[in-house]
């Protein structure tokens, strides 16, 4: 074999070489680049839990803590399920009655349905977020307790309110939503009863509900500061 054709098979086989190498480059930073982002996603996805439980303390100033489950139904967007307990809270009475009365029923309360989304979060997973609930209210107060012109107001209310803020992640587990919730309240039924009646045998009053009069509909805001405190699972 001459000296030429020696040096032409060694250059054959550097090109080839060569060639091969750039294959497998290419192969790495092109063909893996679409497992690599399924990859980034699945991760994203695993950040934002399937199942969420929360309170939302900050309800205790104004209509009652209202306590939240969420189960997740697209990648950032949730639906649930609400419980508000209107009796504690400091300004419910108040608010949704508009009246001087002198004791609020343990009776009242409210609950429905909600769904929540959060937008495109930080690397932190901290994201805004907006929600709607739809629910029904049950309210009760009294006038007058304990006198014999004592009344009880008694009242069903149709919900509807929305909410926005900005969610903060404390690690895997736990989270804070910081926001507000504003919307009205439809009363629908509006009854006042009497709690007692005169005996005219023996002038003395008995305790005995009896209805008084229908007050109509009307509409009322429903304002509610958010500070929740949620957990994942």
């Known amino acids: 074999m001459s000296i030429k054709q020696a040096d032409f098979i060694v250059l054959f086989f550097l090109i080839s070489g060569l060639s091969f190498s750039q294959s497998l480059t290419g192969s790495s930073t092109g063909d893996f680049n679409i497992p690599q982002d399924e990859l980034r996603i699945e991760s994203e996805n695993e950040k934002w839990s399937f199942f969420s439980l929360s309170l939302n303390a900050g309800d205790f100033l104004v209509m009652g803590p209202l306590l939240q489950a969420d189960f ?14 209107h009796y504690m809270g400091l300004l419910a009475g108040p608010l949704i009655f508009e009246k001087d009365i002198t004791a609020y029923s343990p009776k009242s309360m409210g609950a429905g349905i909600t769904a929540k989304h959060y937008f495109k979060p930080n690397e932190k997973q901290n994201a805004w977020y907006c929600g709607i609930y739809v629910g029904y209210s049950y309210n009760e107060a009294f006038y007058h307790s304990g006198y014999p012109n004592e009344r009880v107001e008694k009242l069903k209310d149709l919900i ?62 429903y304002p509610l500061p958010e500070l929740t405190i949620g957990i994942n699972f």
């Open 160 to 221: 509807v309110f929305a909410s926005g803020g900005y969610r903060w992640n404390l690690g895997k587990r736990f989270y804070v939503l910081t926001g507000l919730q504003f919307g009205f309240a439809y009363t629908f039924n509006d009854n006042i009863y009497s709690s007692y009646t005169l005996n005219s045998e023996t002038g003395t009053y008995l305790k005995e509900e009896s209805f008084y009069m229908k007050w109509p509909s009307e509409i009322y805001p």
């Open 72 to 85: 997740r139904i697209e990648k950032r967007t949730y639906a649930g399920v609400f419980y508000m307990y």
